[in-house]
């Protein structure tokens, strides 16, 4: 199976496990859903793909994820508990990467097989993990505003596509542009830096139009906590 069609699957999925908790766990799944997708997507993040003859990270999908959930709080429970989420999602991302910073600190057994890997997936450069954690603090909280802020503009139903890929689209070139700034700029000549900004940020925009109908699913399910 190629990466290209394996990626629209992997989003498929995603989407419609994210749905499946919500349907069964309600808003209470959906806080659940955040705080494991942060984590999720910054241990796939470091896994690089080629797809479309573009080379992207692998954590992108999940990442879209949290902030669908966002949406579906904000829309269905207001302004309040989406920010809660995010502080939740913001968080667990935090403690994830203080606790495993102490874990692989310790020194490995004489038979120890996982330590490497182990390093490889947490032990991030600090300027990856500050780029991360301020560009998803910052697009999180600034998806809940700029959706509350359409939903008074374009209060209908019917107008749901709007509310969700204006926000999400807008709210993910905030987050691409804080991450590959802190993270890349500087690192990369600047023709490089700007394929990676640009790549990234079409995979985000891909992911984000995928969600759509989720949403509209979500909207029909009734409220649960």
């Not at 300027?127 to 991360?132: E, N, T």
């Not at 909280?141 to 689209?169: C, H």
Request: proline letters at 3%; glycine letters at 6%.
């Amino acid at each position: 199976m190629s990466n290209e069609i394996l990626w629209v699957l992997f989003a498929l999925i995603n989407f419609a496990l994210l749905i499946g908790v919500y349907r069964f766990f309600g808003k209470s799944g959906l806080f659940v859903w955040i705080g494991m997708s942060t984590v999720l997507a910054n241990i796939q993040v470091v896994k690089t793909v080629e797809m479309f003859g573009l080379n992207a990270t692998l954590g992108n999908i999940v990442y879209g994820t949290a902030f669908l959930a966002t949406d579906i709080l904000n829309e269905k429970y207001g302004k309040k508990e989406a920010r809660k989420a995010v502080w939740m999602g913001f968080s667990t991302l935090i403690i994830m990467t203080i606790i495993m910073q102490f874990a692989i600190l310790f020194n490995p057994g004489q038979n120890d097989i996982a330590q490497p890997a182990l390093q490889a997936l947490f032990g991030l450069v600090p300027r990856i993990a500050l780029g991360s954690m301020l560009a998803y603090i910052v697009s999180q909280y600034f998806d809940v505003w700029l959706y509350a802020k359409l939903k008074k503009l374009f209060p209908s139903d019917r107008a749901l596509w709007i509310r969700n890929n204006g926000s999400t689209m807008i709210s993910q070139l905030l987050d691409t542009s804080i991450f590959c700034f802190i993270a890349f700029f500087g690192l990369y000549p600047f023709e490089i830096w700007l394929e990676i900004f640009i790549t990234t940020y079409i995979i985000k925009f891909i992911v984000a139009a995928l969600d759509t109908p989720f949403f509209y699913m979500a909207k029909k399910m009734p409220h649960s906590e």
